[in-house]
């Protein structure tokens, strides 16, 4: 029998195998994926990156009450165009220590910024642009009635809605809810995000050398990005290419997290025990993702609990992580789905790519704001995702690209919002 013919490109697709675009098996997980967690009330100072499981109405408006927004000198009404003066009335408005009095009109008060307006107060003069003496003030208008000063509710008004439901929050929410006089949130409980990984090759990183072994660089990397991007994660430790005892580990691991990446053992080779158990469980979407670099990815269900099993690559079990994971995480935590935000740039590269495929490159972008991308693309090199700082994201169809020509790029920093 004569050996099949060699293939010239490795990543040529096999005849008569379908392949799943991109977007089809993200918009797959969009509509399937459904928040796992239930909910509980934090205090806001304990909700960053936790996702809203109602939405936030302002209990207070912001500011409460009309202020000063400079250091300055209020009176009432505006000033026209030309010279003013203006005599000084006795006592000073702060923030925090409010003037209790009416300023008659015509007179002006000392303000500071922050300061409540007293009655009689409706504009304030900057400090910089009066000369003032202890008895009065002189200044040149014209200058608007309100000029200045911030008025109430100007922000939000008490009952507002602030935030909605399935929204993440982060720092600006939680400032936002504590200027409305929320102390607490009804948020989804944590996602717990199980790491696995598998081969019988795989040997802890910062053990001795062995010959044959490679270190393990896959669950150390994904179980900081589940940690970065505000979710909780779980050490599944490692376990080998050994059927029984994967299936005992993903039976565990099913009992302390809510969603599990695995990583390894996802094609349908003979070692590839992840994809076989998870067909043997019977619910195995085993796709065949037409991106680059990414195949193999097996998605299934073991237990209850939705399994990502990654290929093995560092480069293609992080792009699969960023591309296909974290916006279904983000589903499971009980947020809305979104796309990662990119924009258009330069290309500061050269490329001629073949279709049937979506690429993401390893990127970043130079001092003139084009986009460059990493040397190999070799999906073993993890030089090149510490030497990137994003991805350009190119379409399935062929595409010929020089210098000059717009690419969509994606910063690192955007996947997992
Ligand atoms: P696999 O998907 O199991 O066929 O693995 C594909 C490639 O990724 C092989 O070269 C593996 O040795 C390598 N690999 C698998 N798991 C890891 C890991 N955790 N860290 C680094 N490389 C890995
Ligand atoms: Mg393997």
């Known amino acids: 029998m004569k050996p099949p013919p060699l293939k010239n490109d490795c990543f040529a697709l096999p ?34 990156a936790r996702f809203l499981a109602s939405d936030v109405t302002a209990v207070t408006a912001n500011p409460p009450t009309a202020n000063s927004a400079v250091d300055g000198y209020g009176f009432a009404g505006g000033a026209s165009a030309g010279e003013h003066s203006l005599p000084l009335h006795k006592g000073r408005a702060a923030a925090g220590a409010a003037f209790h009095g009416t300023v008659p009109v015509g007179a002006a008060l000392r303000i500071l910024t922050g300061a409540v307006l007293p009655e009689g107060v409706e504009t304030v003069v900057l400090e910089e642009d009066v ?8 200044f040149n208008g ?10 109430a509710g100007e922000d939000a008004k008490a009952g507002d ?9 982060r720092s600006q929410e939680i400032a ?11 948020v989804y409980k ?32 994904l179980l900081s990005l589940v940690r970065r991007w505000g979710f909780q994660p779980v050490d599944l430790g490692h376990v080998g290419d050994d059927r029984d005892a994967l299936r005992h580990s993903l039976d565990k691991a099913a009992t302390q997290a809510d969603v599990i990446l695995t990583s390894g053992g996802a094609s349908a080779g003979d070692e590839d025990h992840v994809s076989a158990l998870l067909a043997e469980a019977g619910a195995i979407d085993h796709w065949r993702i037409a991106l680059k670099p990414g195949r193999p990815l097996a998605l299934g269900i073991w237990g209850d609990i939705p399994v990502f099993g990654l290929p093995g690559n560092p480069v293609a079990a992080f792009v699969c992580t960023l591309i296909f994971a974290a916006p279904a995480f983000r589903v499971l935590a009980g947020g809305n789905w979104r796309s990662p935000s990119g924009f258009t740039v330069p290309a500061a590269f050269s490329k001629n790519k073949k279709p049937g495929r979506r ?10 704001g084009a986009v460059e991308v990493f040397g190999s693309e070799g999906s073993g090199r993890i030089s090149g995702l510490s030497w990137a700082d994003g991805l350009v994201e190119l379409p399935d169809g062929a595409m010929d690209i020089g210098p000059g020509d717009k690419v969509h790029y994606i910063p690192f920093a955007c996947f997992g919002e």
């Open 190 to 221: 944590p996602l717990r995000i199980g790491v696995l990984s598998t081969g019988d090759e795989i040997a802890e990183a910062g053990t001795p050398p062995v010959q044959g072994r490679i270190y393990d660089a896959n669950r150390p990397m």
């Open 131 to 138: 000369n003032a003496s202890s008895a009065q003030i002189a």
């Open 359 to 368: 690429e993401y490159l390893r990127a970043r972008l130079n001092a003139d």
């Open 176 to 186: 936002i809810f504590a200027a409305c006089g929320i102390g607490e949130v009804q």
């Open 161 to 169: 809605v602030i935030a909605h439901c399935g929204q993440r929050i």
């Open 15 to 48: 005849r008569g195998v379908n392949w799943v675009p991109v977007d089809t098996a993200l918009d797959h997980l969009r509509r399937n994926l459904t928040g796992v967690k239930g909910q509980e009330v934090v205090k806001i100072h304990d909700a960053e």
């Open 142 to 151: 014209p200058l608007k009635r309100g000029a200045n000063t911030r008025d």
